[in-house]
């Protein structure tokens, strides 16, 4: 229910936020998220567990609160005005000859060492379809130059890509749906001129699964803007919001600029079950005219709150602007540190956060970039108080020491046919995002970051060094959650050619995914994507890296910024079946003059992700021949499955076979019967609903080429999208049954 109380325009300077002494005495025992009157034995469980994660640090933070300063309703985004005029057909759209989207592979079972191939994987916005605008070129040191800086999110039947300049829609074939639609155009009734430095840059969409919305960011001068579907359907309005983040009630301590004159870069956006959160790093200029002579940096970080429900409220009764508190967390020596980072937490998958659980923030404290040593993953939690404002605390907690890295000594990115080398963000830069998930009884933080190969090969060349972080989920009258510990950690350089620009995520059966750029003196800048399985040995990307798109060109920088390839680019996770991974990053299919950046999108997913629980009755292989029988148990989140206008695949040990869509028959009972020649394989299948979720599958083939049996034998089935593995032990002793005769109707 919306709360009608206001609490008031923006408000003035507050108190600095203090950590409470773990001593403190109080009428109940609180850890954290649980307040309770314990037995002496759990209080003694309780202070242990306090201690562990009340880090010792008693950081104060300037804190900032009040409501949005603006608000309007966009119209709908179909109705805005696309850079290309009317929306063409694909290919007309693309100055290259690349192909057109196309399913590659929905279920097919590929060499298991590799990635499975991208299911799709279709061209993203270039800069050519950037909203280029000569005027605005000229005033703003020729924008169109800078990198893609894309970012793009999945939803239920749509694909939204963001870069510097445009957005566009798409849908899950890659079918541009509408746009590219301008920054200007997008935010025009928040923006007002864009003729500035520095307003329609760093812009984030994700998708908030839970509230069925979509949310997009950028940064305005001091201020945050953010946007948020009224419905579903990213086509239409958007509510837009702008807020001072950047506030003068802000003290900098640098060179005396004002706060609220700090461009507020690289913001992040995460969104977590009371608030939207945003990190970002305050950064000044001083200009000579539209120049910037001298960045200002080694400012600090600003993180925000934003009230999630406020922002979801539509219609008559949501009066009151949403409110929003901000921390400004200074760098310590101000001058001494290059970047100092910090990212939310975003939630992935179908559960949301423990009730209570504050935002996680994690920060990277590189040594060599000014930090004591040894290098730190500092952790913090933001409990925002929507009642109180004035009561939301930013906290340190846990500081945990990864193995050494160096992010401030990376060798510069080496492309093929030019001198030209690219900034590898080697500088504490975190990459976007910090994956969130709730496994039960642990929760999960995933990221990444850009760092020295610390194997001494020669030449030194970049790796991605990547992080799985994992607290407990303790029940003790009520959750306790326990200190953060690092799972797994992993830099990942399988050779000379260098990594950059990663994005890391995982799927709900467990499987991490990281995309990234690769690049070498041999090697176009390309797209690429590596996993491990939730099975393979900590801290090892045992799945070998498989292409979205191979390069063809290179950036030869005959623009201003011309070392810049891109900031960072995304990977999240299809929320209608938790398994699909989609990616975005850039490349260049050519060599151009002046250079022409495209960005690509692509989905792929593993395997053994499932949409089915598979309950296998029998499982024979002997030589050329099997017999299945086997109940399949579709998950929640998975559709419908059609046998009649799909393809039905499945792997069964050695033996796999696709049938073709259309290519079953439904009887009157309501059963799926197939009888044919597959290749070299006869094959006979019945399908027989059990329930609205379930199904019953048996299944004969002969004629087979004769391979090894091996133990335990693996099963998958894939009806359309839908799909699933398992696998059986045969010593048990399900393997032993003689084999059946099955037609297409019954059992003899």
């Given at each position: 229910?919306?709360?009608?109380?206001?609490?008031?325009?923006?408000?003035?300077?507050?108190?600095?936020?203090?950590?409470?002494?773990?001593?403190?005495?109080?009428?109940?025992?609180?850890?954290?998220?649980?307040?309770?009157?314990?037995s002496?034995?759990?209080?003694?469980?309780?202070?242990?567990?306090?201690?562990?994660?009340?880090?010792?640090?008693?950081?104060?933070?300037?804190?900032?609160?009040?409501?949005?300063?603006?608000?309007?309703?966009?119209?709908?985004?179909?109705?805005?005005?696309?850079?290309?005029?009317?929306?063409?057909?694909?290919?007309?759209?693309?100055?290259?000859?690349?192909?057109?989207?196309?399913?590659?592979?929905?279920?097919?079972?590929?060499?298991?060492?590799?990635?499975?191939?991208?299911?799709?994987?279709?061209?993203?916005?270039?800069?050519?379809e950037?909203?280029?605008?000569?005027?605005?070129?000229?005033?703003?040191?020729?924008?169109?130059?800078?990198?893609?800086?894309?970012?793009?999110?999945?939803?239920?039947?749509?694909?939204?890509?963001?870069?510097?300049?445009?957005?566009?829609?798409?849908?899950?074939?890659?079918?541009?749906?509408?746009?590219?639609?301008?920054?200007?155009?997008?935010?025009?009734?928040?923006?007002?001129?864009?003729?500035?430095?520095?307003?329609?840059?760093?812009?984030?969409?994700?998708?908030?699964?839970?509230?069925?919305?979509w949310?997009?960011?950028?940064?305005?001068?001091?201020?945050?803007?953010?946007?948020?579907?009224?419905?579903?359907?990213?086509?239409?309005?958007?509510?837009?919001?702008?807020?001072?983040?950047?506030?003068?009630?802000?003290?900098?301590?640098?060179?005396?600029?004002?706060?609220?004159?700090?461009?507020?870069?690289?913001?992040k956006?995460?969104?977590?079950?009371?608030?939207?959160?945003?990190?970002?790093?305050?950064?000044?200029?001083?200009?000579?005219?539209?120049?910037?002579?001298?960045?200002?940096?080694?400012?600090?970080?600003t993180?925000?709150?934003i009230?999630?429900?406020?922002?979801?409220?539509?219609?008559?009764?949501?009066?009151?602007?949403?409110?929003?508190?901000?921390?400004?967390?200074?760098?310590?020596?101000?001058?001494?540190?290059?970047?100092?980072?910090?990212?939310?937490?975003?939630?992935?998958?179908?559960?949301?956060?423990?009730?209570?659980?504050?935002?996680?923030?994690?920060?990277?404290?590189?040594?060599?970039?000014?930090?004591?040593?040894?290098?730190?993953?500092?952790?913090?939690?933001?409990?925002?108080?929507?009642?109180?404002?004035?009561?939301?605390?930013?906290?340190?907690?846990?500081?945990?020491?990864?193995?050494?890295?160096?992010?401030?000594?990376?060798?510069?990115?080496?492309?093929?046919?030019?001198?030209?080398?690219?900034?590898?963000?080697?500088?504490?830069?975190?990459?976007?995002?910090?994956?969130?998930?709730?496994?039960?009884?642990?929760?999960?933080?995933?990221?990444?970051?850009?760092?020295?190969?610390?194997?001494?090969?020669?030449?030194?060349?970049?790796?991605?060094?990547?992080?799985?972080?994992?607290?407990?989920?303790?029940?003790?009258?009520?959750p306790?959650?326990?200190?953060?510990?690092?799972?797994?950690?992993?830099?990942?350089?399988?050779?000379?050619?260098?990594?950059?620009?990663g994005?890391?995520?995982?799927?709900?059966?467990?499987n991490?995914?990281?995309?990234?750029?690769?690049?070498?003196?041999?090697?176009?800048?390309?797209i690429?994507?590596?996993?491990?399985?939730?099975?393979d040995?900590?801290?090892?990307?045992?799945?070998?890296?498989?292409?979205?798109?191979?390069?063809?060109?290179?950036?030869?920088?005959?623009?201003?910024?011309?070392?810049?390839?891109?900031?960072?680019?995304?990977?999240?996770?299809?929320?209608?079946?938790?398994?699909?991974?989609?990616?975005?990053?850039?490349?260049?299919?050519?060599?151009?003059?002046?250079?022409?950046?495209?960005?690509?999108i692509?989905?792929?997913?593993?395997?053994?992700?499932?949409?089915?629980?598979?309950?296998?009755?029998?499982?024979?292989?002997?030589?050329?021949?099997?017999?299945?029988?086997?109940?399949?148990?579709?998950?929640?989140?998975?559709?419908?499955?059609?046998?009649?206008?799909?393809?039905?695949?499945?792997?069964?040990?050695?033996?796999?076979?696709?049938?073709?869509?259309?290519?079953?028959?439904?009887?009157?009972?309501?059963?799926?019967?197939?009888?044919?020649v597959?290749?070299?394989?006869?094959?006979?299948?019945?399908?027989?609903?059990?329930?609205?979720d379930?199904?019953?599958?048996?299944?004969?083939g002969?004629?087979?080429?004769?391979l090894p049996?091996?133990?335990?034998?693996?099963?998958?089935?894939?009806?359309?999208?839908?799909?699933?593995?398992?696998?059986?032990?045969?010593?048990?002793?399900?393997?032993?049954?003689?084999?059946?005769?099955?037609?297409?109707?019954?059992?003899?």
């Amino acid at each position: 229910m919306h709360r009608v109380a206001s609490r008031g325009g923006i408000a003035g300077r507050e108190q600095q936020m203090r950590v409470a002494p773990s001593t403190g005495v109080h009428d109940c025992a609180c850890i954290r998220f649980a307040c309770y009157r314990p037995s002496i034995r759990a209080f003694g469980l309780m202070l242990f567990l306090f201690l562990l994660t009340a880090g010792s640090t008693a950081d104060a933070f300037q804190r900032h609160s009040g409501s949005a300063q603006d608000h309007k309703v966009s119209i709908e985004f179909s109705a805005m005005s696309s850079c290309l005029g009317t929306p063409a057909p694909f290919l007309a759209l693309l100055p290259f000859a690349i192909e057109p989207p196309s399913p590659i592979c929905i279920f097919c079972f590929p060499d298991p060492r590799f990635m499975p191939p991208p299911i799709v994987s279709f061209e993203g916005l270039s800069r050519d379809e950037s909203c280029r605008d000569p005027v605005r070129e000229k005033n703003m040191n020729d924008v169109a130059s800078w990198p893609s800086d894309d970012s793009g999110a999945v939803g239920p039947n749509h694909y939204v890509q963001v870069v510097n300049l445009a957005l566009a829609i798409y849908d899950k074939a890659g079918n541009l749906i509408h746009g590219p639609v301008s920054t200007c155009t997008f935010w025009s009734a928040l923006a007002g001129d864009c003729n500035a430095v520095g307003k329609d840059t760093d812009q984030v969409v994700l998708y908030d699964r839970h509230a069925d919305r979509w949310v997009v960011s950028r940064p305005h001068d001091g201020l945050l803007y953010l946007a948020v579907s009224q419905t579903a359907d990213p086509a239409g309005a958007y509510d837009q919001y702008s807020f001072l983040i950047n506030s003068d009630d802000f003290s900098s301590g640098v060179l005396g600029v004002k706060f609220s004159t700090l461009f507020n870069d690289y913001p992040k956006l995460g969104i977590w079950r009371d608030a939207y959160y945003v990190t970002a790093r305050p950064r000044g200029c001083r200009f000579d005219g539209e120049i910037c002579e001298q960045a200002l940096t080694g400012i600090g970080n600003t993180v925000t709150a934003i009230d999630r429900d406020e922002l979801l409220c539509t219609g008559q009764f949501c009066l009151a602007l949403p409110d929003y508190v901000t921390f400004f967390v200074p760098d310590p020596g101000l001058k001494s540190i290059q970047h100092s980072h910090m990212l939310p937490a975003d939630v992935d998958g179908a559960t949301l956060p423990p009730s209570g659980a504050p935002e996680y923030v994690v920060q990277v404290r590189d040594q060599n970039l000014g930090f004591p040593a040894p290098g730190r993953l500092q952790m913090y939690e933001f409990h925002v108080d929507w009642t109180s404002p004035a009561s939301s605390t930013l906290t340190p907690t846990t500081s945990l020491t990864p193995s050494f890295f160096d992010s401030a000594d990376c060798p510069q990115i080496k492309q093929p046919k030019t001198s030209q080398t690219l900034d590898p963000l080697c500088d504490g830069t975190m990459m976007y995002r910090l994956s969130y998930r709730n496994r039960g009884d642990h929760e999960m933080l995933l990221f990444n970051h850009t760092i020295l190969n610390p194997n001494l090969q020669v030449p030194r060349n970049t790796g991605i060094r990547w992080y799985e972080l994992r607290r407990p989920i303790l029940q003790f009258f009520q959750p306790i959650r326990t200190p953060w510990v690092i799972y797994q950690e992993e830099t990942y350089a399988p050779d000379k050619s260098d990594r950059w620009l990663g994005s890391v995520a995982m799927d709900d059966a467990g499987n991490i995914a990281l995309g990234f750029d690769v690049s070498s003196a041999t090697v176009f800048p390309s797209i690429h994507y590596v996993g491990r399985r939730v099975s393979d040995p900590r801290g090892q990307l045992r799945v070998r890296e498989t292409s979205l798109v191979e390069g063809g060109g290179s950036q030869r920088g005959l623009l201003p910024g011309k070392d810049q390839f891109g900031d960072y680019s995304q990977m999240t996770v299809d929320p209608t079946d938790d398994c699909t991974f989609w990616y975005t990053n850039t490349y260049y299919p050519v060599t151009t003059t002046p250079d022409n950046w495209h960005t690509r999108i692509g989905a792929f997913r593993f395997p053994s992700c499932i949409q089915f629980f598979t309950i296998v009755r029998n499982l024979v292989i002997n030589g050329g021949e099997f017999t299945l029988a086997a109940q399949f148990i579709l998950k929640p989140a998975a559709k419908a499955i059609s046998p009649l206008t799909e393809d039905v695949s499945l792997q069964v040990g050695p033996f796999t076979v696709t049938i073709p869509a259309g290519s079953f028959t439904q009887q009157p009972d309501g059963v799926f019967t197939f009888e044919g020649v597959i290749g070299t394989v006869r094959f006979v299948a019945k399908i027989t609903p059990t329930g609205s979720d379930s199904f019953e599958l048996e299944a004969r083939g002969a004629g087979a080429a004769t391979l090894p049996e091996t133990n335990p034998v693996t099963v998958s089935l894939a009806i359309g999208t839908n799909g699933g593995t398992t696998t059986v032990d045969c010593s048990s002793g399900i393997c032993r049954e003689p084999p059946q005769r099955l037609t297409g109707r019954e059992n003899d």
